[in-house]
């Protein structure tokens, strides 16, 4: 009997240590979009709201990383994986776009989250055969490794666009450092519990969030450099392509 | 007493029977610099796997005939692929209508064949018996020769522990030795490790490959890594270069059905070009200067589906390459070629 009273006591005090479910999880869940509409691939039918391009999409691939909560004191919360390591992500068109963190942030509000599509130097320029099977970051999974140049292109976006009645390509692949493109979703992130945060990628922002970019104007390729800088203002208009929808309860 | 002993005795000499003999784990030579390569992990490799994948690979038990084995059409001298034809013939005399593929580095493929329709190596291996201008032959008469052979029941049965053999062994063993053919030691993959040095007409070629098509670029480029960059020397995707202003073999979307997929084709490997003409899915390119003569002035713009990543070349009337240029492109790809994929012992017929 003493054993038991000891061995409960035990267990009411190492549960005090460490209250159960004082650390939740979190689910980020982005949506591709055009216009509010669920992004297509399949035909040259998304028409820009602002200057009535007509595009069809071929590819959409981006890298995200430096995932991180806003405090309330607006001070930074980086998110990590079960390891500890930072959390990276790699999205394309026929798969899921979503991240899932672990039970590992602490249970309070926040006022927003922030990621960035791009990696940082030691990232970017860092051995990309380091990578695991399956990491976001092997070049094989992504597929935007430079290879023997060095660096990742960090938003791969092609397909083709309606000009003057003729069809045609265009691509805009978004590198280099200068192009990184930071996010940031404020909003009331109530994480006192898991939960899912849905956003919008709203993808026709890309030709006209902060600067109208027009393929038939403004040229319609790019590597990120020798552009005109077409590269760069799609880059400020990424940042600001993203949209909270809802945080939902996940049980 | 004694009975029991002997009882016991019996039933435990029966049971290891039973039990296949543990298998040796095989140590996969990746080259340096190589991402790790995704082993499936259903099927890791071992000794006994690898070896008899290879033995199934060169035997010509599983054509109708008996006298075409995988290796036929692909074999090491011509980079894997075969013997420099531009269409494989089959057991019957039939020929085939695309070009037998390098196999080299497949661990990292997710899309084989020209078209893509098969995901898996298992299942990719598995195909050209049941192709009738190919082996023209069936698995289950394949499965039933097999099983007819003590000596295929018996590396059976060291490899996957099984007494009667399945599809399934069949390719998980072929699509275990496909695995191990890694290829990672050519001219370019010493110089990129500081081992050896390129010459200027290489340098100049390796320049050009990734540098850009673009007209306002200060150095001109080809912009060949565009689609073929990376460690792997190609971008793993499904394209229309451009060959044609009509699309006469539906590719890509004969798989999938999707008309935006027509006329497109699985990007290859650059590595080991140099054992592998004639070029393009239907070896309708010789040489590798035919090759570079495409891109250079031969492209389609208005080819159905072509993609993207080509619309800059075609606007800039193709590369613009002079003949310099266009040689040290060549001189460049032929840097790729890793002679191991010929020598290596790993990867030759065993019945020889």
């Keep these: 009997m003493r054993n038991f009273v000891l061995f409960s006591a035990f267990v009411a005090f190492a549960s005090g240590c460490t209250p159960e479910g004082s650390e939740v999880s979190l689910e980020l869940s982005i949506q591709p979009k055009w216009n509010g509409q669920d992004l297509t691939y399949s035909s040259m039918s998304l028409v820009q709201p602002v200057t009535g391009d007509t595009f069809h999409f071929e590819r959409t691939d981006m890298i995200l990383s430096e995932f991180a909560l806003i405090q309330e004191d607006g001070s930074r919360l980086p998110l990590v994986d079960e390891a500890g390591d930072p959390i990276y992500a790699f999205f394309t068109k026929g798969k899921p776009w979503a991240v899932t963190v672990p039970d590992n942030i602490p249970k309070t509000a926040y006022s927003g989250i922030e990621f960035t599509v791009g990696l940082d130097s030691a990232r970017n320029f860092g051995d990309p055969s380091q990578w695991r099977v399956g990491h976001p970051l092997n070049p094989t999974v992504n597929n935007l490794h430079w290879g023997w140049q060095g660096g990742y292109v960090f938003m791969a976006i092609e397909g083709f666009y309606q000009n003057n009645g003729a069809r045609e390509p265009w691509l805009y692949h978004i590198a280099t450092m200068e192009n990184r493109m930071p996010v940031r979703i404020d909003g009331d992130l109530d994480l006192r519990g898991s939960r899912r945060l849905v956003l919008n990628w709203n993808a026709e922002k890309l030709f006209y969030a902060l600067n109208e970019v027009r393929p038939s104007e403004d040229g319609a390729f790019s590597h990120s450099s020798f552009d005109g800088g077409v590269a760069h203002r799609i880059s400020e208009n990424v940042s600001q392509s993203f949209s909270w929808v809802a945080l939902e309860n996940v049980k | ?352």
């Design chain 2, 1 to 352: 007493m004694k009975y029991f002993a002997l009882a016991l005795i019996a039933l435990v000499a029966v049971s290891c029977g039973e039990n296949p003999p543990p298998t040796t784990p095989y140590a996969l030579n990746v080259p340096q610099g190589f991402p790790p390569p995704p082993i499936p992990e259903d099927n890791p490799l071992t000794v006994e796997g690898v070896l008899l994948g290879r033995r199934l690979f060169y035997d010509p038990i599983l054509s109708r005939d008996s006298t075409q084995s995988c290796g036929s059409c692909h074999n090491t001298s011509f980079g894997m692929t075969d013997h420099g034809l531009r269409f494989s013939v089959g057991i019957t005399g039939a020929v085939g209508d695309r070009n037998s593929m390098p196999l080299h580095n497949l661990a990292y493929h997710t899309a084989l064949f020209w078209d893509g329709r098969t995901p898996t190596l298992r299942q990719q291996s598995l195909e050209p018996i049941e192709n009738p201008i190919e082996m023209d032959h069936t698995v289950a008469a394949v499965l039933a020769s097999l099983n007819a052979s003590p000596t295929y029941r018996e590396l059976f049965w060291k490899a996957y522990g099984v007494k009667t053999i399945t599809a399934e062994e069949l390719g998980l063993a072929m699509e275990q030795f496909m695995l191990t053919i890694m290829s990672g030691n050519s001219k370019f993959d010493r110089f990129a490790r500081g081992l050896e040095s390129l010459t200027p007409e290489e340098q100049l070629g390796l320049q050009l490959f990734n540098g850009e098509a673009n007209p306002n670029a200060p150095v001109r480029g080809a912009d060949c890594f565009h689609c073929h960059g990376g460690t792997l020397f190609t971008n793993h995707k499904f394209t229309n270069n451009g060959l044609d202003t009509a699309i006469t073999d539906p590719g890509l979307g004969g798989v999938t059905g999707n008309p935006n997929d027509l006329g497109k084709f699985k990007v290859p490997s650059l590595r080991n070009i140099a054992y592998t003409p004639p070029y393009m899915h239907d070896g309708r390119f010789q040489t590798l200067m035919e090759v570079v003569d495409f891109y250079n002035s031969g492209t389609h713009a208005n080819s159905p589906n072509i993609d993207p990543a080509m619309g800059d070349i075609i606007r800039s009337g193709g590369l613009g390459l002079n003949l310099q240029e266009r040689l040290a492109l060549v001189a460049f790809l032929n840097t790729l070629t890793d002679p191991s994929i010929e020598s290596d012992t790993l990867f030759q017929n065993p019945f020889n």
